[in-house]
């Protein structure tokens, strides 16, 4: 570790509460849950309903995402770094009953099925706290109660952020809808976001959108899973907001199994550093597995012409400035890339180019990132590392170890569980780790 170098200041002013001009730049702020009472609630009655293949250990659980949140503030090195979901929405309605009205009715009106309309105002009368509690846990002292949110850990679903834009998610479940508003109002209504309400982008009805299926591949590239979860026509929506207001130039729809494995697109393809993408190795192997549909603008009024690509590693080449290295989920055996995959092993968060985290359990993964220059260290021994000194993120390449196997239980990865809604984009000059 005595060699990390130091990196260069940021150079990027900003004017927005959102910045991602590109994945796996320097991390300055995200979004996360720490499970807490709501996966209490997950039973072997309502687990496969709530999406979860099995009952979590919540304390071990805690302790596992506190200590990512710790690597996180030790990468980034400021005190408002990682910012508790939990928190922002208590904060968002204290700040006014407007933010709470809209809440409720946003809620009642979404799953109607539900009969929460039946208890509206008695709901809008709940306090700050208990309409906070209300909202994780579905439990309160009046006589209808709503599921919990335990996916809530996974923040990365509830919007994707793309330049100085951030697009709210369409859950594709029931078990997820509620995430989506509670998401709606912090943006809406938080004293932190609301100045920059016009920079939500909000989907049409009747699409699906989950934040895991977006990734930002350079300033005017990105990539959107057409999954399981996010629909071609939010696809379609997406790109007609983004050539409109940023500037992206090129959307690449890729298709993907519709099924739970591959649920979004970061289940099988997450960059590492600008350079290095971590794949699921059937994507760029198997006809008819990771084909693209490319969209481009093609004039003024809003239309756009599409193209079929067979290949999704062609379209990539031409596409961006640089050439990428894949590193392989799994290693080699097509054994493992499964059983490595199915646990979040190329679900890697990277909070700075070549500073990343996966979980410990995907070892062959791990092996794979040491052959390409990676450091491998457990994050207990990061931090104890760095205990009294900054870690400066620069050239040498860090993958650091989460034992996550309580939290891999809820088929997440490191990625799934941050909303990063900042990053500084590498000052022009200095090259990126893993080159
Ligand atoms: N981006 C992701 O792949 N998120 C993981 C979400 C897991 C959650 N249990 C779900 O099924 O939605």
Not at 200 to 216: C, K, Q, R, S, W
Not at 392 to 401: D, L, N, S, T
Request: with cysteine; hydrophobic share 40%; net charge negative.
């Amino acid at each position: 570790m005595d060699t990390v170098q130091a990196s260069p200041t940021p150079s990027v002013e900003q004017s927005s509460a959102y910045s991602i001009p590109a994945e796996a730049h320097l991390l300055e702020q995200v979004i996360v849950h720490t499970p807490g009472s709501e996966m209490e609630l997950v039973s072997p009655a309502n687990r496969e309903d709530l999406l979860f293949d099995d009952i979590l250990f919540v304390g071990h659980a805690r302790q596992e995402h506190l200590l990512m949140c710790s690597v996180f503030e030790k990468i980034v090195g400021r005190p408002d770094a990682v910012l508790q979901i939990k928190d922002l929405l208590r904060e968002t309605f204290e700040a006014a009953e407007e933010a709470r009205h809209a809440f409720v009715e946003k809620l009642c009106r979404s799953l109607p099925e539900q009969n929460l309309g039946a208890v509206e105002d008695e709901l809008k009368r709940f306090s700050p706290e208990e309409l906070q509690q209300f909202a994780l846990t579905g439990q309160s002292d009046l006589a209808i109660q709503a599921q919990p949110v335990p996916n809530l850990m996974f923040t990365r679903d509830l919007a994707a952020v793309v330049h100085d834009h951030i697009i709210l998610s369409h859950a594709a479940t029931v078990a997820r809808t509620r995430e989506s508003i509670i998401i709606n109002v912090i943006l809406h209504h938080h004293p932190r976001f609301a100045p920059h309400s016009d920079k939500v982008i909000e989907l049409p009805p009747g699409v699906t959108f989950e934040g895991g299926d977006l990734l930002v591949a350079s300033p005017d590239t990105v990539l959107i899973g057409h999954s399981e979860r996010t629909s071609l026509g939010a696809i379609m929506a997406i790109a007609h907001e983004l050539f409109e207001r940023t500037s992206i130039e090129h959307v690449l729809a890729v298709d993907l199994p519709k099924r739970r494995a591959t649920m979004h697109l970061d289940t099988v393809f997450t960059f590492a550093s600008p350079e290095e993408v971590i794949v699921f190795p059937p994507l760029l192997e198997t006809h008819g597995f990771g084909y693209a549909m490319h969209f481009t603008a093609a004039d003024e009024t809003g239309r756009f012409v599409t193209d079929m690509r067979r290949n999704l590693r062609d379209v990539l080449d031409e596409l961006l400035d640089r050439d990428l290295t894949f590193i392989p989920c799994g290693g080699t055996e097509r054994l493992h890339q499964e059983r490595e995959q199915w646990t979040d092993g190329a679900n890697v968060f990277a909070a700075a180019p070549g500073a990343i985290l996966g979980y410990e359990r995907n070892s062959r993964t791990f092996e794979r990132l040491r052959e390409h220059g990676y450091r491998i260290v457990s994050a207990e021994s990061f931090l104890s590392y760095f205990e009294s000194g900054e870690f400066h993120p620069g050239r040498e390449k860090v993958a650091i170890q989460l034992g996550g196997t309580e939290l891999s239980r809820g088929r997440g990865g490191p990625r799934c569980m941050t909303l990063p809604v900042a990053r500084h984009a590498t000052p022009s000059g200095d090259a990126p780790a893993g080159e």
